[in-house]
């Protein structure tokens, strides 16, 4: 019997937000053409809307949806004429996901988004087009959540975005996992871009929430996959890491949305079952970039108060600066050292980051410059960074935060 529409319009936004992706990663291996994809995805929603109301929602959404997708794509390339000389290699896309499909239940791994992921990944592919499309095509990022990311501009990330669909569509990169022998090479890149996703989800670049718990936890997914499928140490130490930072989101924010600094988070509230596995994650992994951004946050977990050993904090961000060398790690270095020697030390570090040119549009460098010179009681020139920072900001959580501050100043 059919749903009330009300309740059809609930579940069809919900399988928006939980397998558009996955659709749409299963529509491009299909296809082999982005732009036709997206298209077909659209669609595919749209027939949804149309359908589920009298038809009732299928017991499978997801691959009702790359079917009706499918079938919406044959009817464009109809259309505009290419469909004749295409039907054979169509034929046998579809037979190979109808292949995979079945097996999926049987398969270790077997993820459509990931194998778009690896593609997207390519060596072919320059370094910065790699994640860039990785995180417009896989994740569904806006190309001004990508800038945001990369502290470039939208149209430069515009710009690697088409060039990497060309690049994959005119050198014919397969949409497939690689085999046992490529994975290392391109396990790089696909760990930054599941990181970056991370970011974004833990610290949205801009908008009203501080969080987007649907891109954490869609980084945290693939994380598991790339673990199970390559059990790389940088693998592990990014997993490790993702889920130690995740353990804290419930109180990273107030009910309001408003943020909580972590000196004054309930750690009640912490997750204390993803700080047991990512802690037991770190104990496996050797020191790598990831690795020990993952011990710096199991040491703010194995603080039961306001305890933070900030000396081991700081020590990890040496090694940290050692293996990774960046204005942000030296931002984040700077913040431990103040931490740890106070804000005076803290001031001299980010006073020599900005005057070097590094990170002058970067809003928390601006913050954390402010806040040391509030705690030095520096009030005008606090004032200037905090303002700084503000103008620079582009989450309402953050700007809400630093005209806190400007007001208590």
Not at 25 to 41: Q, Y
Not at 271 to 300: M, S, T
Not at 399 to 409: E, G, I, Y
């Amino acid at each position: 019997m059919p749903s009330p529409p009300a309740d059809v319009r609930a579940v069809l936004d919900a399988t928006y937000r939980t397998e558009a992706r996955r659709v749409f990663a299963s529509l491009v291996r299909l296809m082999r053409d982005f732009d036709l994809a997206e298209e077909a995805l659209h669609d595919a929603f749209a027939a949804a809307v149309e359908r589920w109301p009298t038809e009732g929602v299928p017991d499978n959404a997801r691959a009702w949806l790359v079917s009706a997708g499918r079938f919406k794509a044959v009817d464009t390339l109809r259309r505009r004429g290419k469909f004749a000389e295409l039907q054979p290699e169509l034929a046998g896309r579809l037979a190979q996901v109808a292949g995979a499909n079945a097996a999926r239940a049987d398969a270790a791994i077997e993820d459509d988004r990931l194998r778009l992921a690896f593609a997207c990944c390519h060596p072919a592919l320059d370094p910065a087009v790699r994640v860039a499309l990785t995180l417009r095509e896989v994740c569904g990022l806006t190309t001004d959540e990508i800038a945001a990311a990369f502290l470039t501009s939208p149209a430069t990330m515009a710009q690697r975005i088409v060039r990497g669909k060309a690049k994959i569509r005119d050198a014919g990169i397969p949409f497939a996992l690689p085999s046992a022998a490529e994975l290392p090479e391109r396990l790089g890149s696909v760990l930054a871009v599941v990181y970056l996703v991370f970011s974004e989800g833990y610290s949205a670049s801009a908008g009203a929430a501080a969080t987007r718990a649907d891109l954490s936890g869609e980084a945290i997914r693939l994380g598991r996959l790339i673990v199970e499928l390559l059990p790389d140490p940088e693998a592990v130490g990014l997993l490790a890491l993702m889920l130690l930072q995740e353990s804290r989101r419930r109180a990273r924010t107030t009910p309001a949305g408003d943020i909580v600094l972590l000196d004054e988070q309930n750690r009640a509230a912490w997750d204390a079952g993803l700080i047991a596995e990512g802690r037991a994650l770190v104990a496996r992994a050797p020191a790598g970039p990831y690795a020990v951004q993952a011990a710096i946050a199991a040491e703010h977990a194995a603080a039961a108060t306001d305890s933070t050993d900030w000396a081991r904090v700081a020590a990890h961000y040496d090694v940290l600066l050692a293996l990774n060398p960046s204005p942000v790690v030296e931002l984040n270095r700077a913040v431990a050292v103040a931490m740890r020697d106070g804000p005076a030390a803290g001031l001299a570090l980010v006073d020599g980051i900005l005057g070097r040119g590094d990170l002058t549009d970067y809003h928390l460098a601006h913050a954390a410059r402010a806040d040391f010179l509030r705690r030095l009681n520096r009030t005008d020139e606090a004032r200037s960074a905090y303002e700084r920072a503000l103008a620079l900001a582009r989450q309402e959580p953050e700007r809400r935060f630093l005209l806190k501050r400007l007001n208590q100043l």
